[in-house]
T-cell receptor, first 117, second 112 residues
Framework: EAQVTQNPRYLITVTGKKLTVTCSQN?????MSWYRQDPGLGLRQIYY???????DKGDVPEGYKVSRKEKRNFPLILESPSPNQTSLYFC????????????????FGSGTQLSVL | QKEVEQDPGPLSVPEGAIVSLNCTYS??????FMWYRQYSRKGPELLMY????GNKEDGRFTAQVDKSSKYISLFIRDSQPSDSATYLC????????????FGGGTRVLVKP
C-alpha cells in the first residue's frame, strides 16, 4: 500500500530536550516536505527536499533541522524544542512537477501531535 | 495579511444541501489551485486540482477559479454526513514546483 508513515503519532516532551520525528515513504517520490498545522493558520511549510542531499527552507524553518540521506526518509529534528513548537506536524511526499499540467498529488502522513511543556 | 484567506467556519448544513466553500488570495502569480479534505486526526487528501481559471467537475464536486477576482470556490452537491471534514484550499506558482500555500481551512458539518 502506498503511504507516508510518520512516527510517533503523539509526543509530549519538555523544553530543550532534543527530539526527532521520523517520516518514510514507499512510493519512490523525489519530493518530501514537512508542514506544521496550527488553528486558524492552516498548513505552513517548514522544510522541503527535492531529492537526496537536497533540502531547503520553507516558510517557518526556525528551530528545525532536516536531513535527506536516503530517498525514502526525511526526519524532522528539533534540537532544543520550545513551547511555541507545540503543533500538529505533517510529512508529505510527491513526484516532482516536471509537467506544469500534471496532477502531481501530494501524499500526507497521518500527523504527529507534539506538545512541548 | 495572509496570502490565502479562508473562512474557518464551522459551516453546518443539512444532508442533501449544497456546500459552498471559497478562498481569496493576494498573490497574482498563483496558477495551480487545489482543494484538500482533512478528516479529524488524519492528513489532508487531494480532492480537486485546477490549472489557471475555469471550472472542473468530478462527481458531486465542482471547483471554480476566477483569477481576475483572485477567488476560488468548491461546491459539494447532495452533501452526505461523510463529507463532514475540514476543507483546505491550496495554491502554487508556476515556478515553485511542489511548494503549496494553504488556506486556514473551513470546517464543514453535514447533519443527517
Amino acid at each position: 500500500e502506498a503511504q507516508v508513515t510518520q512516527n510517533p503519532r503523539y509526543l509530549i516532551t519538555v523544553t530543550g530536550k532534543k527530539l526527532t520525528v521520523t517520516c518514510s515513504q514507499n512510493m519512490n517520490h523525489e519530493y518530501m516536505s514537512w508542514y506544521r498545522q496550527d488553528p486558524g493558520l492552516g498548513l505552513r511549510q517548514i522544510y522541503y527536499s527535492m531529492n537526496v542531499e537536497v533540502t531547503d527552507k520553507g516558510d517557518v524553518p526556525e528551530g528545525y533541522k532536516v536531513s535527506r540521506k536516503e530517498k525514502r526518509n526525511f526526519p524532522l529534528i528539533l534540537e532544543s524544542p520550545s513551547p511555541n513548537q507545540t503543533s500538529l506536524y505533517f510529512c508529505a511526499s510527491s513526484f516532482l512537477s516536471r509537467d506544469p499540467l500534471a496532477d502531481e498529488k501530494l501524499f500526507f502522513g497521518s500527523g504527529t501531535q507534539l506538545s512541548v511543556l | 495579511q495572509k496570502e490565502v484567506e479562508q473562512d474557518p467556519g464551522p459551516l453546518s448544513v443539512p444532508e442533501g444541501a449544497i456546500v459552498s466553500l471559497n478562498c481569496t488570495y493576494s498573490n497574482s502569480a498563483f496558477q495551480y489551485f487545489m482543494w484538500y479534505r482533512q478528516y479529524s486526526r488524519k492528513g489532508p487528501e487531494l480532492l480537486m486540482y485546477t490549472y489557471s481559471s475555469g471550472n472542473k467537475e468530478d462527481g458531486r464536486f465542482t471547483a471554480q477559479v476566477d483569477k481576475s477576482s483572485k477567488y476560488i470556490s468548491l461546491f459539494i452537491r447532495d452533501s452526505q454526513p461523510s463529507d463532514s471534514a475540514t476543507y483546505l484550499c491550496a495554491m502554487s506558482e508556476v515556478a515553485a514546483g511542489n511548494k503549496l500555500t494553504f488556506g486556514g481551512g473551513t470546517r464543514v458539518l453535514v447533519k443527517p
